[in-house]
């Protein structure tokens, strides 16, 4: 693996801080859902709230517009980050992608394995099988980065890469298998204003705003066409021009809309996802919230399918020769990170909402991503803290 770009790094940092804010929402929710303040909290993302005029009118609950809305430019801005990957990161070429595309599709399969022999006999669980397949970008890289000079800057790239990975796993995953009713006449115009954007792209259209007028458009007929809204962020991303031989004096439409977007993204929008979804009530938890099939399942893949199915595929990869291990990484460095990337959060969070929208469900998908995530985070530091030394200490050859 080559040497990571700043910008690359620079990224890592920025999901640090990041994380600070979406675990201090979380606590936030946590604390407030378990309050006197409780039934205020559930009024509040229960409350409707209307954008446009009739027949054009939306109506939605303050918490589905965040999921909604909200989280459609969350998956603009991975959409954005995925595409710099792949075209000029460390998904560029096959070499570089080879070992953390296997560890990806490892920590995809495994935790999704795990939580479907858990759930076998709970028919009203299975659905929810891709919860704990998913990686928090900024929670897992942020953890990471906590650890300082004791981890190589290869490992970080590396989990950066699998972690994005990951996202666009999740993102065929939501478009595969939660979708709604499709209305063919909205997907129908969906497509059209897909085709207008991949237009815009080959005119080298150059101007931000079209692109994103176009894919506001995409964002409302698909949320009227059952397949989740947030995806047309995605395809939206992908439609934005993105310059292979860019600088940082002349950086593309993406490359700037990312740097525009980053901050708002890191520091409003997925700490309010975390605040509007991680609220959960202990006190009124049943032990099927806390030891059910549902919430176990998702906190075992968490904890256990995720480090298991990152370091088994990572070493066919290499044991096959597709993939090398970078250089300063060792196996104990990927156990690791696939550790760290048994932390869910946001995307398992998003996709338990997904999965059992009937809200039947929430506690226990809440208490078994929170629960899993925080103890694959906890065993992830501990077991990287206690085999790895700070640079300046570390031996030659080590």
């Keep these: ?27 936030l ?36 517009w965040i999921n909604d809305g909200l989280m459609a430019i969350f998956f603009l801005l991975v959409g954005l980050e995925i595409k710099r990957e792949l075209l000029q990161g460390e998904l560029s ?13 490892g920590g995809m399969a495994v935790p999704a394995l795990i939580y479907l022999v858990i759930n076998r006999d709970n028919p009203s669980g299975i659905g929810g099988w891709a919860i704990p397949s998913a990686t928090d970008i900024a929670f897992a890289v942020g953890m990471l980065a906590l650890l300082g000079s004791r981890i190589p800057p290869a490992l970080k790239i590396f989990l950066l890469a699998l972690a994005i990975i990951d996202d666009l796993g999740a993102i065929i995953v939501i478009a595969l298998f939660y979708t709604a009713d499709l209305s063919v006449v909205s997907l129908a115009l969906a497509a059209v204003g897909l085709a207008i954007l991949a237009v815009m792209n080959s005119r080298g259209v150059d101007r931000l705003w079209p692109y994103l007028l176009v894919g506001a458009f995409v964002w409302l007929c698909v949320l009227k066409s059952g397949v989740h809204a947030t995806l047309a962020g995605v395809a939206t991303a992908f439609a934005i021009p993105l310059a292979a031989g860019e ?26 996802f975390a605040f509007a979804n ?26 256990i399918g995720k480090p298991l199915g990152v370091v088994l595929f990572s070493w066919l990869a290499t044991a096959s020769g597709a993939a090398a291990l970078p250089d300063g990484v060792r196996w104990s460095h990927i156990l690791g990170a696939g550790l760290f990337a048994g932390i869910g959060f946001t995307m398992s969070l998003f996709i338990g909402s997904l999965a059992f929208p009937d809200l039947t469900s929430a506690a226990a998908v809440r208490i078994g991503v929170l629960g899993g995530s925080l103890l694959s985070a906890t065993i992830g530091f501990i077991f990287l803290l206690s085999t790895t030394r700070p640079a300046s200490t570390q031996q030659p050859g080590r």
């Design 93 to 105: 070429s096959v070499r570089k992608a080879s070992l953390p595309v296997a560890a990806a599709i």
């Design 29 to 64: 929710a946590l604390l407030i859902a378990n309050s006197s303040l409780a039934s205020l909290y559930t009024t509040v993302l229960d409350a409707k709230l209307g954008l446009g005029i009739s027949p054009l009118r939306l109506e939605k609950t303050v918490l589905h």
């Design 1 to 27: 693996m080559t040497k990571p770009s700043s910008r690359a790094l620079d990224f890592i940092h920025s999901e640090a801080a990041g994380g600070v804010f979406l675990l201090l929402a979380a606590i």
């Design 278 to 303: 991680a609220g959960v009530s202990l006190t009124d938890a049943t032990a099927d919230d806390v030891w059910g099939p549902v919430p176990l399942g998702i906190a075992l893949g968490l904890l």
């Design 247 to 272: 600088t940082d004096d002349t950086p593309s439409l993406a490359s700037s809309l990312m740097h525009q977007l980053h901050p708002w993204v890191a520091f409003l929008i997925v700490p309010l």
